[in-house]
């Protein structure tokens, strides 16, 4: 597993054809047998980004287990634990966000389960009177409009924020400035904004699925997803 990343570049130079499979596609149905593109050669090499995502490439594409390669996303390392309260006066002040909050970043897709943190900070307030507010980053894709009917019909509708799109260079304040980083997804192939919400000293809640538990180690609160 060393050295993935230069075995494939080494590939690509004497002109082997190496295919990446995105787990995305694998969990919303929209897979390809690659093996059988019309005017494409075979593939030789496979590519995923975690142990996690290799099995799944053996497992939907049938591939031989020889032939799949994997290489941790890089990730963290241009991010780092920012004071929280100077992190926190910068949001607010630039996003207009009041209070305390837990943060999510995720595009509002189907595996993202965004309703299922919807669902789960309902719980969260009702049940223990907590009075954090819930931030959504990423863009609403086609389930936005049901994710703000659930809001609505949630009863915080006044402390749950979408937030559509933020500065790049704003991320890693943003991780800083929460008091806690859920990321619930139901499939990965990595979960890159787990490990920059650690590297931005932010405690993590995360999925106990997929690789999640490969990326985060002990060093997150693993959970059911749903």
Request: aromatic content about 14%.
């Amino acid at each position: 597993e060393i050295g993935t990343y230069n075995v494939a570049v080494a590939a690509i130079q004497v002109g082997a054809k190496i295919v990446y499979v995105s787990t995305s596609a694998v969990f919303n149905g929209l897979k390809k047998d690659p093996y059988n593109e019309d005017d494409k050669p075979d593939p030789q090499y496979f590519y995923g980004r975690s142990k996690y995502g290799a099995k799944e490439i053996e497992q939907y594409y049938h591939a031989n287990p020889k032939d799949i390669y994997f290489t941790y996303n890089g990730g963290g390392e241009d991010f780092l634990s920012i004071d929280k309260i100077e992190a926190f006066t910068f949001i607010s002040k630039k996003y207009n966000i009041s209070g305390r909050f837990i943060l999510d970043i995720a595009r509002i897709l189907p595996h993202k389960n965004i309703f299922g943190l919807i669902g789960a900070y309902k719980i969260f307030r009702d049940k223990y009177k907590r009075t954090e507010k819930l931030v959504i980053v990423g863009s609403p894709e086609d389930n936005g409009k049901q994710a703000r009917r659930l809001v609505e019909e949630s009863g915080y509708k006044k402390d749950i924020m979408f937030i559509d799109y933020i500065e790049a260079e704003d991320l890693n304040k943003f991780y800083s400035a929460a008091e806690l980083f859920v990321f619930p997804s139901l499939q990965e192939g990595f979960g890159l904004p787990v490990v920059e919400a650690m590297a931005s000293g932010t405690p993590v809640i995360t999925s106990n699925v997929t690789s999640m538990p490969e990326v985060a180690g002990d060093a997150a609160f693993l959970v059911d997803q749903l």
